[in-house]
């Protein structure tokens, strides 16, 4: 990767295109080319056949540098730097801070690529190319531009192997809170490519990273647990915990927004005798009535409880208007 630094000072990660990708490029684009400057000649042939030789090398040497130089030209400028060839390998022509080019850029680059690829074939921006760092030919020495891929490999995520069976669970009260996250990457990166390394290799590299985690959170493994099945444990124990806590934050979102409502009160519960539009009126409890003891040899008896009294319904105010206000309303 290329660090490519922006105008607003943002470090941009570049991979330039190297000798092999662009000559595959710049093959397709000369094959394209060459075809059709091959049959704009064979028309022009047909079509100054009546002409003197004069004017046969002048509309020659047009087609030439309109085709074979013009042409590209012309494209890179339209697609911002992305011809036939860079298309099917890939590839983008940016300027050195990373933005499209403009047509300035893509007549330098034509211009220096009659020199560099067609009157010396290619070896003049092989070498150049070559020889740079980043892969630039002269061409893109002094048009100021980088060629850069746009299709990157997709990075292959490695699952982590879960931890053995009789060590699910042994570490659950562990402190991992001193842990940094760059440890984290690590121990992950040997759990996932654990099956590629050396076996003395993989043991030695375990057992460091099993020191580091015992430094950190102050608890060494139980005796006898290989160092790898140790950091497979931790991790599958961190992970856990993650998904536990992103399922408590989840369920205390939804309940909170289950306590929210019209007509309730504080603490999210229906008050009684609460009307939509109306002010809340206090039912008063019923009254409990103590059982009357009868005489001796009969039985008790239990009055009936009193229900409580009716609530009557706020009265409209009178037609004339609201002798609280005195709005009258109109007519």
């Known amino acids: 990767m290329s660090g490519v630094v922006t105008g607003d000072a943002v470090v941009l990660g570049l991979q330039p295109a190297r000798l092999p990708s662009r000559a595959l490029a710049v093959l397709v684009d000369l094959v394209v080319v060459w ?17 003197d030789e004069a004017a046969v090398a002048a ?68 070498v150049a ?20 891929r746009e299709r990157l490999p997709a990075a292959r995520v490695l699952p982590v192997p879960p931890p053995p069976p009789w060590l699910v669970g042994r570490f659950a009260g562990l402190d991992l809170s001193a842990v940094p996250e760059s440890l984290w990457l690590e121990v992950r ?37 290989p160092a790898s099945a140790y950091l497979a444990e931790v991790v599958a124990e961190r992970q856990a915990r993650d998904t536990r806590r992103a399922f408590t934050e989840a369920g205390t979102g939804a309940d909170v927004g289950n306590r929210t409502g019209v007509g309730t009160g504080a603490g999210g519960e229906f008050e009684a005798g609460r009307v939509f539009g109306a002010p809340a009126v206090a039912v008063p409890p019923a009254v409990a009535v103590p059982p009357v003891v009868p005489p001796s040899g009969a ?10 009294p009716a609530v009557s319904p706020p009265s409209a105010p009178p037609a004339g208007g609201s002798s609280a206000t005195g709005f009258v309303p109109p007519a």
């Open 59 to 126: 509309v020659s040497v047009a087609a030439f540098l309109l085709i074979l130089v013009g042409a590209p030209i012309a494209v890179e400028t339209l697609s911002h730097g992305r011809s036939l060839g860079k298309m099917v390998c890939g590839l983008r022509v940016v300027r050195d801070d990373g933005g499209p080019i403009r047509f300035r850029h893509a007549l330098v680059r034509g211009a220096m690529g009659v020199v560099e690829i067609l009157m010396t074939f290619g070896v003049v921006a092989c």
């Open 35 to 51: 075809a059709a400057y091959l049959l704009v000649m064979l028309g022009l042939a047909v079509a100054t056949a009546s002409l």
């Open 299 to 308: 039985s008790p008896v239990t009055p009936p409880v009193a229900p409580p």
């Open 189 to 225: 990166q040997y759990l996932t490519r654990a099956r590629e390394l050396d076996p003395a290799v993989g043991r030695r590299l375990a057992e460091r990273l099993a020191d580091e985690l015992v430094a950190r959170t102050g608890t060494p493994p139980p005796a006898g647990v």
């Open 129 to 148: 190319s070559l020889v740079s760092e980043r892969g630039r030919r002269l061409g893109d020495v002094f048009a100021g531009t980088l060629v850069v």
